[in-house]
């Protein structure tokens, strides 16, 4: 679907080397290649106006309606949770695991069975045969996704950890000591935050957050994320808004909601933002703010692959799951 772009931008760039080349005489010919092209990329574009100007000579121009025009139609047609699974994979912030250099280091390098697990809830593709769950025996179908809402998840607490230990570190590489799960701060059921700032964030007000990690597919979910990217995420941010209603008035409440999928909440993404924000002023670090979403993305998709591989017995761990 992309041949008719390459051609176009290609024969809208090169015009000064084709009358180099060519004799005057065929340069007053018709050019019926061009317009084949041009009539294969109205018909796969959705006969939109084609690009002008200087624009015509680059392929990004003629690609996005094309790219634009394929996805409209696969969400337009998929299911419920095919539509959810395509809707997330279109926010910037949900795709960073895929930009991730492999730097152990930094945190960023994903394993041989992360990235397959990963690529796998990505495109929908089959990551096991059918059985049944070892933690919980529920049913588990080929895609695997059930693993990723199971309440005996091997991958919930340490996502949750880690996810907490990312902000804690980058609030503390800005000279703001943070304390994790600090006692005197909880809400009604006696359940205590994630994490609190020493230091004033904003206003001269402390900075509060708690983190979660909702799943895209879950059935109970599947109304709302085929809907929008990130929108069971903006939920469960509301719903923290109102258990720890009482804490906005003396705190700055921020909380940290993400998807199974890769989706982050609104208040997150703020959040991210100026933080990634202010660590570039304090590190002089161009990608400190790309490398903080590479963080989280990569921390999603690596328990992700743990829940996956958490489900099945020992002696099916091997033989269960499929090449992709």
């Known amino acids: 679907m992309l041949a008719p772009s390459a051609f176009l931008a290609s024969a809208a760039g ?20 061009e317009e084949e092209a041009l009539r294969l990329w109205k018909s796969y ?24 025009a394929s996805a409209s139609s696969l969400i337009s047609e998929a299911s419920p949770f095919a539509r959810a699974r395509l809707l997330a994979s279109q926010q910037k912030e949900a795709c960073a ?24 809830l990505r495109l929908g593709s089959a990551l096991c045969i059918p059985h049944d769950c070892a933690l919980c025996g529920a049913q588990v179908d080929e895609t695997g996704v059930h693993t990723l809402s199971c309440r005996k998840s091997k991958g919930r607490l340490p996502r949750h950890s ?3 230990d990312i902000i804690k570190r980058a609030l503390t590489a800005i000279d703001i000591p943070c304390a994790l799960e600090p006692r005197g701060l909880c809400r ?36 709302f994320s085929s809907k929008g990217a990130g929108v069971v995420a903006n939920c469960a941010a509301a719903s923290k808004r109102l258990l720890y209603s009482d804490l ?11 998807e199974s999928a890769g989706s982050i909440g609104k208040d997150a993404l703020d959040f991210l933002h100026d933080l990634g924000r202010r660590t570039r002023s304090k590190t002089k670090d161009p990608l400190s703010y790309l490398k903080l979403y590479q963080k989280i ?11 996956v591989l958490g489900c099945s017995s020992t002696e099916l761990v091997f033989p269960l799951f499929v090449t992709l």
């Open 297 to 307: 993305s990569v921390c999603i998709q690596r328990f992700s692959s743990v829940s």
């Open 248 to 258: 906005c008035q003396s705190y700055t409440f921020i909380p940290i909601a993400v």
């Open 97 to 120: 695991w895929l930009t991730a250099p492999p730097l152990s280091a930094l945190g960023l390098r994903m394993d041989n069975d992360s990235i397959r697990v990963a690529v796998g």
């Open 162 to 164: 880690y996810l907490n």
């Open 45 to 68: 574009s959705g006969s939109v106006d084609p690009p002008t100007g200087n624009a015509t000579g680059t392929q990004k121009a003629w690609d996005r309606p094309v790219a634009v």
């Open 188 to 223: 009604g059921d006696g359940r205590r935050l994630d994490g609190i700032s020493i230091l004033p964030w904003e206003q001269g007000r402390c900075l509060v957050w708690d983190a979660t990690c909702h799943d895209t597919f879950a059935p109970t979910n599947i109304p």
């Open 14 to 33: 090169t015009p000064h080397i084709v009358q180099a080349l060519l004799p005057p005489m065929t340069l007053l010919t018709t050019r019926p290649q």
